[in-house]
């Protein structure tokens, strides 16, 4: 097995928006390597969501190979793409997109459910998931909307953390979040990090840039600079 | 097996509950819609099969017998013809019936009545006694329907005139409903002797003669018989089985059943509709939702099962809600129009009711297909996207 758990050789995406084209990614080479901690930066439409949509399978390229733990997932179809998806990425999201019906323990238990672990088991490392996570245990049985900004986005991060992906995808993360929660969440993501998740965070704040040893800075659909 | 614990820690279940009570008003009206299609449909099937038991209830017991008339042209049945049939199989009992129609008095009231001379023993197979006793063959003692003693307000004893002549009651009749043999309510049964005092130029055949058969499933074969038999060289009687009339009966009810049913479903349809007007609001509304759900590993399967269930357990807990009120509708219905609740705890009630709930089950699931199918297939991107 390689060394490197991203694999973007060449990628364009092209969007037809009525007649015209959007060309939100134009030959795009990236490879990231297992622990990396990478940020993703541009200004708005400079196509570093698409760039992570395409990374979390959400979406493929129109052209060239994108390659997530060796697999390529160019040409798969949407039930491929879940199951690589369910077995290698976890995604934090900046509106933190919890289930309101669900409580953050059952939250952070659902995509577990998807890879159909067993109950008991799936309940025990929610726990543990929420733990890793800091949320305090007697929060697990609260629904998100009596939960703080913080304290979501520690339950929607335990539930990246689920089922245990090689790689966490985190979509301006601080972005709804104060500047001292933010920081507490940078903190918590950089040590997930350091413990050995390869994690890859879109953002314009240069900030949380600092956190990172790899920034990709996008410009129009293409890697304007590439610092390590 | 799964247990009552292994439902409760079912997640899909779970959610399907919680997003039903997420918006319990829309729930409840999308219920109430099937709630009251079941009980319409149910409580009709309920109505129609009440209906056909009080009518053959009315009628009695006349599937095992056969009525034989003279031909069209014939003046009667003779005896000859009568010695005939008693060689066929089958037959429990041969009645020939005189019978005509007259004007009875009473103390100055009067009513109109059908004559009969028919054998004593013979009459014991077809009407029962409920006060006093048969007539003593030669005398001119009658014995009379219940009708007509209810109408006359004749007492055992009193002496009823017929033309010239007059006739002491020794028996009134148990009442028996309609029949399509002899209208026993209506009936003045006398002797042979007396009878033929009353209508001295009557034709020495019979009017028509009533076969008993010894069991219901022979009255065809016994009928095809008499007809092979004695119309062997030209038409000389005609023979009429009763248990037709029972069949035509069930079969109309069946369709006015069927009917009834019928318009009870449309109720229903209007129901399914509902659910699919909910269920598709509640996919549009819950599009970010799939789309987080498909991010974090749903499949297409997954998002339908959740959308199924949640369409199913609406469905199953408003027809389970339904078919109780059927029980109480059906009683309401059967009280007013029927006048006869008897009928509600019946066996085919109940399968009614059962046909109702399962109906009720199918529409709410039919009604949540497609949005189920639409949350399935939406792209996890655009639900994402969506705000």
Redesign the interface.
Known sequence: MSDTIVQMEDVKKIYTLGANEIHALNGVDISIKKGDFVTIMGASGSGKSTLLNMVGCLDTPTSGTVKINDIDITELNDDKLTTIRRDNIGFIFQQFNLIPTLTALENVEIPMIFSRMPPNERKARALHALEQAKLEIEYADHRPNELSGGQQQRVAIARALANDPPILLADEPTGNLDSKTGKIIMDLLSQLNKAGTTLIVVTHDPKLAEYSNKTIMLLDGEVSDDIN | MISIEDIR?N??L??AR??L??QTFRTVLAAIGIIIGVIAISSMGILGNSLKLSVTDSFGDIGDKLLIYPAPGKDGVSEKQVKQMKKISGIDAIIPVYSSGDRVEYKNQYTFGSVYDIDKDDLEKLVEIDEGQYFKSGSTDCVVGASIANTLELKLGGKIEIGDSRLRVVGILKERGMGFDIDTDTGIFTSEQMYRKLYPNEEEEYDFVIIKAEELDQVNDIKSDIEKLLNKKEEVITVFATNIILESINEAFKSISLFLMGIGSISLLVAGVSILNVMLMSTMERT??I??????????R?ILTMFLLEALLLGIIASLIGGLFTIGAGYLILSLIVDNTSYLLSFATLLYILEGIIFGIATSLIGGMYPAWKASNM???DA?RYE
Request: glycine residues 8%.
């Open positions: 820690n997640m899909y779970q959610l919680r997003n009570k997420r970010k939702e789309g987080v759900m498909k991010a974090v590993g749903a499949s297409r997954d792209r996890p991107l994402l």
